[in-house]
């Protein structure tokens, strides 16, 4: 087959623009590490807690305001908005999640969070940015300082979301709430970052389809008629009646879900009584609930009630002793990473960091509140992808030896941060462009 001269040039002329692109956008990521560096440490060690992100999401406007930005604060709590405007083009959305745990960090870094905060009950605990939401805010910013440097190799509106409390599970349903989509702008795409402690930094993960659950935390109240331990027979065991609940609540999963339908309910924690002799009036429950479809998360909700209530009957109990049984509102929803764009991101990122860099992974029953973006009315194409962010060197030790790594919210976790932050920000600013150039 003779290929035309005129598009031989023109394959050419592409390829060596897409090179040079490379090149450049390699040179401004190493130029811009030691900045990121400074920055990284100094978000690592002074981590704020879910709802209370004050001193960080300032520090993110103030980063956003250095590169031209159009700045928004307080947009559903703490979260900031930036926009970046560079001729006609696509609307991006990028998101970064700014809140720490309440974990005490013994990591024996130099730079590691000594930092304590009142929580919202008013205890003072420990703080750390366990869940890697300090390289999420890096790799963001870096990304964006690459981009508002090589502006001639993009058009279109850069959006950049620093959203408040992800761990607790409300910051992107208080940020849509405050008229994220409508105040600001509709994206016409979502991309976003989690790091993955077991994965070895350099390295991306991706997860087509259903990425991450619907999780659901149920507190449930069984009562039942206290007494003598020593006569039970005047008495409604609520201790005896919660344990048979929770056995029975097994049953939803294996005998009423179908086995390709994931679903957990586990029950988490159960208090009740305060004597050895004493049969209590009440027995308190809390569950947490996971599922992908919405229709399995309704179903286990729903048998939760069922078999809550009909073991309380069976009991005899009373309509006004029957169980008190409380869904939480601010529930995660399931994140699903559209099919297309999740590929089209894999294809760009082997592309520029080389194939064998992507690997994926299995759908995980943790949650991430970033689904919330493509669960409005207007259905945005979303897609969130793991950043790893072990030291090749531990990953290899741990497949060695048998061993594990630290977990995300481990007091020891410590990223492999100049690897892992590197490519954060290579293989984000590298899906950009091709969004931006391709709509």
Same mark, same amino acid.
């Given at each position: 087959m003779n290929v035309p001269f005129s598009l031989l040039v023109f394959f050419l002329i592409a390829a060596s623009i897409h090179a040079s692109t490379k090149s450049d956008v390699r040179e401004r990521v190493e130029a811009e590490y030691s900045y990121l560096e400074k920055l990284y440490r100094h978000l690592h060690a002074n981590p704020e807690l879910s709802f209370m992100e004050r001193e960080t999401s300032e520090r993110m406007a103030q980063e956003l305001e250095k590169l031209d930005f159009t700045v928004t604060r307080k947009v559903g709590g703490h979260g900031v908005v930036g926009l970046l405007k560079n001729g006609k083009g696509p609307t991006i959305m990028l998101r970064c999640d700014m809140d720490g745990l309440p974990v005490e960090e013994k990591t024996g870094l130099p730079f590691a969070s000594k930092k304590q905060m009142r929580d919202e009950s008013g205890k003072t605990v420990p703080t750390m940015h366990a869940c890697g939401h300090d390289i999420h805010m890096t790799s963001a910013i870096g990304t964006v300082r690459v981009l508002s440097s090589l502006m001639q190799h993009w058009k279109g *509106? #850069? /959006?950049? %979301?620093?959203?408040p409390a992800e761990e607790r599970g409300g910051g992107a349903r208080? /940020? #849509?709430s405050d008229g994220l989509f409508e105040r600001f702008a509709l994206p016409d795409k979502v991309i976003a970052l989690h790091v993955h402690s077991g994965m070895p930094a350099g390295t991306i993960g991706y997860t087509p389809g259903f990425a991450l659950a619907n999780v659901d935390s149920v507190d449930i109240k069984i009562f039942g008629v206290g007494g003598h331990g020593a006569y039970p027979q005047a008495t409604k065991d609520p201790i005896v009646l919660a344990a048979q609940t929770i056995l029975s609540l097994q049953t939803i999963v294996s005998r009423e879900i179908a086995p390709i339908e994931p679903g $957990? %309910? *586990? $029950?988490?924690? %159960?208090h009740g009584g305060t004597k050895h002799n004493v049969i209590p009036g009440e027995v308190d429950l809390q569950l947490t609930v996971r599922s992908y479809k919405d229709e399995v998360r309704d179903q286990l909700l729903a048998g939760i009630k069922r078999i809550t209530i009909g073991h309380a009957k069976t009991a005899g109990l009373p309509e006004d002793k029957l169980p008190i049984i409380k869904v939480k509102e601010n529930y995660t929803p399931a994140t699903y990473n559209n099919p297309e764009l999740m590929h089209r991101l894999v294809a760009v990122f082997d592309d520029w960091l080389g194939k064998g860099t992507c690997i994926e992974r299995p759908s995980q029953m943790g949650g991430e509140d970033f689904g919330r973006y493509g669960r409005t009315e207007h259905k945005v194409?979303?897609? %969130?992808?793991? #950043?790893g962010a072990a030291s090749p060197a531990s990953v290899k030790r741990a497949l060695q030896t048998g061993g594990t790594l630290p977990s995300l919210h481990s007091p020891i976790f410590a990223p492999d941060a100049e690897h892992t932050i590197k490519t954060g920000v290579t293989a984000t600013v590298a899906g950009l462009l091709d969004l931006f150039a391709n709509p």
């Open positions: *509106t #850069l /959006m950049f %979301i620093a959203q208080a /940020m #849509l $957990v %309910i *586990t $029950v988490g924690s %159960i194409p979303i897609c %969130i992808y793991w #950043l």
